[in-house]
């Protein structure tokens, strides 16, 4: 757990407070980090998302058909509570709603699953299993999905401003796939699918700019917590509520209830309870909508999951170890 904070929480901390700093000494203004935001959106986490997804094969989503139809399932099923929860409970937008189901409705995985679960379960390929299972989840499914939803948002509120005149109703779906960060991944998994093996030789092309994903993304988190009012609100605490218990928490049941191979099924959980997806963020401040609050959330989500994440391998074991028992 100390290596998971000093490696993987406290780096990312330190950068969005440098970040943060930057802007309230006028070094970076807000208008700068939409702009590295566009960058991180368009270039560098689609090449990070299709990296790391095609380097996946199809004997891997096979190995364990247990393992990926849960976290489908369960994540995608998340991901649609937390838009329900904000789209009824607190009477957001339907764009606001779907920035929050893009925040605290995907863990994030691609900045951070390597960087935790590896200090944990070790170097194995176990490990790199669930976290391109997740990777596809998120990534190929869960991004087009809340993209989806925030470009209907943006039909209705455009329709509203032309006397409900409504655009084709698929024009949403289709801005949404020609968005990089959502095509990218959909492309990767077609690939895996189609069994083609991705030649080494390429990486190098791609590295440079996937370097920038994380550090640039949660450098510009940081100005954008700098430009606007932090909003510890009932909203920010919901989502880190959804995102750190209730999710973690759906996985341990179900995988529980179908008998998930044990190791799995902690990854899993930590996988879950990892802080809201950055790329959330990135998409809310690309569109300017819900800003304030989905980063106030994602800031006090990742305080919380360094005291989260060994509370939840702790009540995982407890629970394998009771089931065990029982039966």
Request: hydrophobic share 55%; proline share 5%; with cysteine.
């Amino acid at each position: 757990m100390e290596h998971i904070i000093l490696y993987a929480i406290v780096p990312i901390l330190t950068v969005m407070l440098l970040g943060y700093f930057s802007g309230k000494t006028g070094a970076f203004s807000g208008a700068d980090a939409r702009v590295l935001n566009k960058v991180v959106l368009n270039y560098a986490l689609p090449a990070a998302l299709f990296i790391s997804i095609v380097k996946a094969n199809r004997e891997m989503l096979s190995i364990d058909l247990k393992l990926t139809l849960i976290s489908f399932v369960v994540l995608i099923a998340c991901f649609f509570l937390v838009y329900f929860v904000f789209r009824y409970m607190y009477k957001d937008t339907m764009a606001e709603s779907a920035i929050s189901a893009l925040i605290s409705g995907s863990p994030t995985i691609g900045f951070l699953g390597f960087a935790v679960l590896q200090p944990i379960f070790g170097d194995s390929a176990s490990v790199g299993l669930v976290i391109a299972i997740v990777a596809i989840e998120v990534n190929a499914i869960g991004i087009p999905i809340g993209l989806a939803l925030l470009n209907a948002g943006n039909a209705d509120q455009t329709a509203a401003e032309n006397g409900g005149k409504k655009p084709n109703p698929w024009m949403p779906v289709l801005n949404a796939i020609k968005e990089p960060v959502a095509w990218a991944p959909i492309l990767a998994v077609v690939l895996v699918l189609c069994g083609l093996k991705w030649p080494e030789y390429l990486d190098p092309s791609f590295d440079l700019i996937k370097g920038a994903n994380a550090s640039v993304a949660v450098f510009a988190a940081g100005i954008t917590l700098s430009s606007v009012k932090i909003k510890i609100n009932g909203q920010a605490v919901m989502g880190a509520f959804l995102k750190l218990i209730v999710m973690p928490l759906a996985i341990l049941i179900v995988g529980i209830i179908f008998k998930m191979e044990p190791v799995n099924l902690k990854m899993l959980v930590v996988c879950a309870a990892l802080p809201p997806a950055f790329s959330g963020i990135i998409i809310a401040s690309r569109y300017n909508c819900y800003v304030a609050t989905g980063t106030s959330s994602l800031a006090l989500s990742t305080i919380l999951f360094m005291g989260f994440c060994p509370l939840w391998l702790w009540l995982t074991d407890l629970c394998i170890n009771w089931f065990h028992l029982a039966a």
